[in-house]
């Protein structure tokens, strides 16, 4: 990506592609058991403060041209704060995405392949991902840009081919779980924008500097509406999960869907489109990690550190010992995760950069 | 020197896909067998007994086994301690493994679902083979005697027999499809409770042909079987809860006692409105019928503007009373709202809290009813009387 840069649609996609992901997974089913029958309360008001955030953030990058969060972790704090950010933000990758394709590849044999071994499976997916990293890298943007349509329209096609089971009631009661846990407790839920993390990465990539804003805040909006879409559907389709917790939540949507007779079960052919998604998940990831390093630590051989990155992320996947870990870490450690990287720590960052900048041009200024 | 790198890669995802599929565990259709219906009932020593009506492949011999009950299919029971035990036992004797993607119906008796079938039916929904559109029956009789005999009519394949529930409820009204999916959820539902199919031996025919019917609902409440409904019933409760499509409802003639008049109702729409008194909910109910009169006689004219009053009032009273009946029978008899009358409570409710503290499905035994029916009658006829 650093060969070409991002265009807005291009930009919009690769955060999209990373939270629908987690949609897809876990995020609605969080969020339901949460808040209950207000969740979709919850998602307009965690969107809206996302947006007010995220329009803050563009404030604070505005005196820094171009720069991404490292760069400017660099002005704020020298090399070593460089490094540290560098560090973080690739745990961070690193944890999420082994978290991640652990727990698809356990609902993948589930659904797909019982009889597979977790191991292959999950060796596939790297595997596949270590390749399209090793021979372009914008080959992932190009298919990311003409898989995320798809994607999208597929949560439109379970939304509506689904509505005939819904039951608009099993909205009710209206405030769900408590004001408490709607609107204080459920503040906690913008870790569902975690995907906004590139947005301190993009920026560097961008062709525009000035379409940050718009590329940000249009992400926001197709996340929100994706992941409003499937807690709708999920709401008014099952009542137990208000007060239980199922895998692969969107999944369970796509069992509903029966277009007549010829047609009573299509959702493998769901299961089937998600695994491009994950691959172009486990890609951008790989990427990103990738670049962080080379950007942080000089690496020269990019080889072994794409090699280095995919053994990682394999390893950890298979540390997880069952499908309750992945659950813990998926939901309680990532969240608090992506709410520290993405919501405390990078915006820390950001505020000090932009109050060191501002001084040292008002001092230019009066020199002047 | 790249060529060669990508010739590698290449291999090595060739191989990888071939581990993965596990080749030499992959099952041909002819490893396969399909389950049609499973039946479940009340074993010896008190588990389970489970029932598989298995399709047989035009390849198959019939002939050679001793339960199967048409040519198309293959009856199997066993005594198990559950669903996967019971499968896993049959497996072990056909020779082939039993696959249920293509189960249609899922039979229940009595008896068990007496004792509460929940488990049963978590497992079911759990199991990634079994369509969440497959039909739930609480049959009247053993559930082996059951399918043995759902022998279709006028059809050859039993699993399209098992597919009639919908055609049946949009013709007749005197039963309900219901799905494993359906079931579930109203379980877990805190608006409503559940209800499911009823089967039993031939009632309506006269054939004495030892065949079932699907006729009539089981009432579920707190998981268990608490009662049920028959045709007529149903056909209110299909009213009520706004899900009636079609049916003919013959009434007494209000011009003369030995005559009766047979109405085609084919919409029906019920506007319910429920206040909470004191904690006892007053449930008003508003039924608009849409109704066209198929009975005809020589010598009078039913469609003359006071024979028309006429019978829409007695239309009116007749459906009345036979709709507030059924619905004191729910909330007295069964103290279970299978109508969804909940839905409509919750409006009254801020949070899940107020609403669980409330209790809506233990109150509801303690309902009042007032029912308005307002029938409107058009005329089918092609000739009129004198």
Known sequence: MNEEKLNYLEAIFLIVIVMITHIILEFPNVIIKDCGTSSFINIIFITILVSLFFIFICKLFSPFGGNNILAISEYVGGKKLKKCTSIIYCSYLLFISSVVIRNFCENLKIVYFPNANLLMLIGAFILTAVIVNKFSSGSIVKANTLLVPLILLTMIVVFVFSIKQASISRFLPILGNGLNKTFLKGILNIYSFGGLIYMYLIISDLKNIQDLKKVGLTSIIFSASYLLLSVSSLLTLFPFLVKGSNVLSVYLSTRTIRLGKFLPRIDTIFMFIWIFNFLLYLSIIIYYVKKIATETFSVKNKSSLLYFTAFIIFVASLLVQNSLQTYFLENTVYKYFALLVVFIYSPAILIIGYVKKNKELKKAKVEI | ?386
């Not at chain 2, 899922?106 to 079994?130: F, Q």
């Not at chain 2, 009042?368 to 089918?380: A, E, Y």
Request: hydrophobic share 35%; proline share 2%; aromatic share 10%.
């Open chain 2, 1 to 386: 020197m790249k060529s060669k790198k990508i010739l590698i890669i290449m291999l090595l995802i060739i191989l990888i896909l071939f581990y993965i599929s596990n080749i030499r565990s992959i099952y041909t259709i002819d490893d396969m067998a399909y389950v049609i219906a499973l039946g479940l009932d009340n074993g010896d020593n008190n588990n389970l007994e489970l029932t598989l009506q298995i399709a047989l492949h035009s390849s198959s011999d019939s002939k050679g086994s001793s339960s199967s009950q048409s040519s198309s299919t293959l009856t199997s029971t066993v005594d198990c301690n559950s669903i996967s035990e019971g499968i896993n036992y049959i497996n072990s004797y056909i020779g082939k493994k039993l696959n249920l993607s293509y189960c249609k119906v899922i039979v229940i008796s009595e008896k068990l679902a007496e004792k509460g079938i929940n488990d049963y039916i978590s497992t079911l929904i759990n199991d990634i083979e079994v369509r969440p559109y497959c039909d739930v029956l609480i049959s009247k009789c053993d559930t082996k005697y059951f399918l043995q005999n759902s022998e279709p009519y006028l059809e050859k394949l039993s699993a399209k027999y098992y597919e009639n529930e919908e055609i049946s409820e949009k013709i007749t009204g005197f039963t309900q499809e219901i799905s494993l999916l359906d079931f579930y959820n109203d379980y877990y539902d805190t608006f409503k409770d559940p209800v499911a199919i009823l089967g039993d031996q031939n009632s309506l025919s006269k054939d004495n042909d030892g065949k079932t019917e699907k006729l009539g609902l089981a009432v579920f409440h707190n998981g268990n079987l608490v009662g049920e409904l028959d045709y007529n019933e149903t056909l209110w409760h299909l009213m009520v809860s706004n899900k009636f499509k079609n049916t003919v409802l013959t009434i007494p003639s209000p011009f003369s006692d030995s005559e009766y008049i047979s109405l085609q109702i084919s919409s029906v729409k019920t506007k319910k409105k429920i206040n909470i008194i004191n904690n006892t909910p007053l449930i008003n109910c508003d039924v608009s019928v849409s109704a066209r009169i198929l009975s005809a006689t020589m010598n009078s004219n039913y469609m003359t503007k006071e024979n028309i009053s006429e019978i829409e009032d007695f239309a009116n009273s007749y459906l009345k009373s036979n709709i507030t009946d059924y619905l004191y029978k729910t909330s007295l008899v069964f103290g279970a709202d299978i109508d969804s009358f909940g839905s409509e409570a919750v409006k009254k409710f801020a949070t899940q809290e107020d609403w669980d503290n409330y209790n809506w499905l233990g109150n509801y035994s303690s309902s009042f009813f007032n029912v308005d029916v307002n029938t409107k009658l058009r005329s089918s006829y092609l000739i009129l009387g004198i």
